[in-house]
């Protein structure tokens, strides 16, 4: 079946290391999203990538950083310059125009700071 | 700058009940709208999606509209179960410029059904 997968389900980071979340799809989706959820906030956009070798900046971007360099993969990294990553991080992916088909979520990780 | 607004946040329900969630968005200029269940966590699971030209959309049990001249959709939830316990959400999606398409989230309504 096609979907996509994150990984780890959990991840530690200690103070001042960077740590890199997987998110995988089989979907054949051009575009791919990374989005945080906090506790009564809801979900907010962190980075998109439309396109192979493009990603745009979403509302909270700082102290994260992503790649693009398959269709099928958009890994994102938590830098030490992210001052509060502990969250829950979402990945999700949709055709180039999302209209009729909407958007696909994978399961999250849950980042905390030790 | 588009928003989501939904209500209640909370909704506690006894088992076999018939129930409203309401979602309510400032910009009507709407590609499509739609609905997620997540589970305590868990990912996002798509419920139905209702495209801008669209009245209605319906799944199972559930039922979703789409006013988009008001800015409004509900979804309707008949027989509620145990299982349906869960917060749900609502998304729609716009048109951002430059071929980007923006997905903006209300903060959901928690669901408790109670046996």
């Known amino acids: 079946d096609g979907g996509i997968t994150q990984s780890p389900k959990y991840l530690f980071r200690k103070e001042g290391q960077n740590v890199t979340l997987s998110c995988e799809q089989n979907l054949n989706h051009d575009a791919m999203y990374w989005y945080r959820q906090d506790p009564g906030q809801g979900l907010r956009l962190i980075y998109y990538?439309?396109?192979?070798?493009?990603?745009q900046k979403g509302d909270i971007a700082e102290g994260y950083s992503v790649s693009r360099e398959k269709k099928e993969s958009f890994p994102l990294t938590v830098t030490s310059a992210q001052k509060n990553p502990t969250a829950f991080y979402l990945c999700?992916?949709?055709?180039?125009?999302?209209?009729?088909?909407?958007?696909?979520f994978g399961s999250g990780t849950r980042l905390t700071v030790v | 700058k588009q928003e989501v607004t939904q209500i209640p946040a909370a909704l506690s329900v006894p088992e076999g009940e018939n129930l409203v969630l309401n979602c309510s968005f400032t910009d009507s200029a709407i590609y499509n709208l739609q609905w997620f269940r997540q589970d305590p966590g868990k990912g996002l699971t798509s419920l139905l999606l209702i495209q801008s030209s669209q009245r209605e959309q319906t799944s199972g049990r559930l039922n979703a509209s789409l006013d988009k001249s008001s800015g409004r959709s509900t979804l309707y939830i008949a027989a509620s179960q145990p299982g349906d316990s869960a917060t749900y959400l609502c998304a729609v999606v716009a048109y951002s410029g430059a071929g980007s398409y923006q997905l903006t989230f209300g903060k959901g309504t928690k669901l408790s059904v109670i046996p």
């Open positions: 999700a992916s949709s055709r180039q125009e999302p209209s009729n088909y909407g958007y696909t």
């Open positions: 990538s439309q396109i192979v070798n493009d990603f």
